[in-house]
């Protein structure tokens, strides 16, 4: 009884442990899989590195045999000759295909993002030399999507950018040295149809500038400089006639008439 009981439970742990080994196998080859499909630069890629005065550059190379069918309105990144080119449209040499690291020369990060067969894909950074951010951008296959920011080299932000590029329509928001909103773009069809400025009123809050205002503000300053210009050149005329000489005028000769004189003849004679 002992025997068959004691024989059931191992028969049981056997199953449960084949059960444990064969589901530890499908989570990691689901990882592995995973792994492969996300870095681009596991399988199918050459590692290449470029050398520049002030920066270095760590790319993958896609070495497949796929048949990668280009596009006419979009940048392909490639190298050949020891160097990164992007063409629109095509590319001649290695298409660049998975990670892409960029360093200062003293080793800080300069750029990072991925490229998906020659096209810029996912999240890409770039950063000043500082260490501070300068820009983040999304992109997919070659086109950039969603919000993009760029920051100054203190931190700020500068410029937010976000336009469909199916349509075309959004806006780019641009902001001062200070961080605060300055301007607005408003998009459609890839073109400005609309700007808005901003300025702080008597209160100190951020208001929309109205274009009459704006208009007007133009006029006098226009205005002003027209009358600077005129007092400008009034000042000079004066100048002008109070270093020039007065010009004499010349004294016309009046010619001299002779008056001759004739002796009154007498009736009586000659001399009398």
Same mark, same amino acid.
Request: charged share 30%; with cysteine.
């Given at each position: 009884?002992?025997?068959q009981?004691?024989?059931?439970?191992?028969?049981?742990?056997? #199953?449960?442990?084949?059960?444990?080994?064969?589901l530890?196998?499908?989570?990691?080859?689901?990882?592995?899989?995973?792994?492969?499909?996300?870095?681009?630069?596991v399988?199918?890629?050459?590692?290449?590195?470029?050398?520049?005065?002030?920066?270095?550059?760590?790319?993958?190379?896609?070495?497949?045999?796929?048949?990668?069918?280009?596009?006419?309105?979009?940048?392909?990144?490639?190298?050949?000759?020891q160097q990164?080119k992007?063409?629109?449209g095509? #590319?001649e040499?290695?298409?660049?295909?998975?990670?892409?690291?960029?360093? #200062?020369?003293?080793?800080?990060?300069?750029?990072?993002?991925?490229?998906?067969y020659?096209?810029?894909?996912g999240?890409?950074?770039?950063w000043h030399?500082?260490?501070?951010?300068?820009?983040?951008?999304?992109? =997919?296959?070659?086109?950039l999507?969603?919000?993009?920011?760029?920051?100054?080299?203190k931190?700020?932000?500068?410029?937010?950018?976000?336009?469909?590029?199916?349509?075309?329509?959004?806006?780019?928001?641009?902001?001062?040295?200070?961080?605060?909103?300055?301007?607005?773009?408003?998009y459609?069809?890839?073109?400005?149809?609309?700007?808005?400025?901003?300025?702080?009123?008597?209160k100190?809050k951020?208001v929309?500038?109205?274009?009459?205002?704006?208009?007007?503000?133009?006029?006098?300053?226009?205005?002003?400089k027209?009358?600077?210009?005129?007092?400008?050149?009034?000042s000079?005329?004066?100048?002008?006639?109070?270093?020039?000489?007065?010009?004499r005028?010349?004294?016309?000769?009046?010619?001299?008439?002779?008056?001759?004189? #004739? =002796?009154?003849?007498?009736?009586?004679g000659?001399?009398?």
């Amino acid at each position: 009884m002992f025997s068959q009981k004691r024989y059931s439970m191992l028969k049981n742990n056997k #199953y449960i442990f084949i059960l444990y080994s064969t589901l530890v196998a499908l989570i990691c080859s689901v990882n592995v899989h995973g792994q492969t499909v996300k870095d681009f630069s596991v399988a199918n890629t050459n590692r290449v590195y470029v050398q520049y005065t002030d920066s270095t550059v760590e790319a993958f190379c896609y070495r497949g045999d796929k048949n990668i069918k280009t596009q006419d309105n979009l940048f392909y990144y490639w190298y050949a000759a020891q160097q990164i080119k992007h063409t629109r449209g095509g #590319y001649e040499g290695k298409i660049l295909h998975g990670t892409y690291t960029m360093f #200062y020369y003293n080793k800080d990060l300069l750029a990072k993002g991925n490229f998906k067969y020659g096209l810029k894909h996912g999240e890409w950074k770039s950063w000043h030399q500082g260490g501070e951010i300068k820009s983040k951008e999304k992109w =997919r296959k070659g086109v950039l999507v969603g919000k993009a920011y760029y920051y100054s080299n203190k931190g700020r932000i500068q410029r937010e950018r976000n336009i469909k590029p199916t349509s075309g329509n959004g806006y780019i928001v641009y902001y001062g040295e200070d961080g605060i909103l300055t301007s607005k773009s408003i998009y459609k069809n890839n073109t400005v149809s609309k700007e808005i400025n901003y300025q702080k009123n008597d209160k100190g809050k951020l208001v929309e500038v109205k274009p009459e205002k704006v208009k007007s503000e133009k006029e006098k300053t226009q205005k002003g400089k027209s009358k600077k210009e005129k007092s400008k050149n009034g000042s000079k005329e004066e100048n002008k006639q109070k270093t020039e000489k007065p010009v004499r005028e010349k004294k016309q000769k009046v010619p001299k008439i002779k008056i001759q004189k #004739y =002796r009154q003849i007498s009736p009586g004679g000659i001399g009398a």
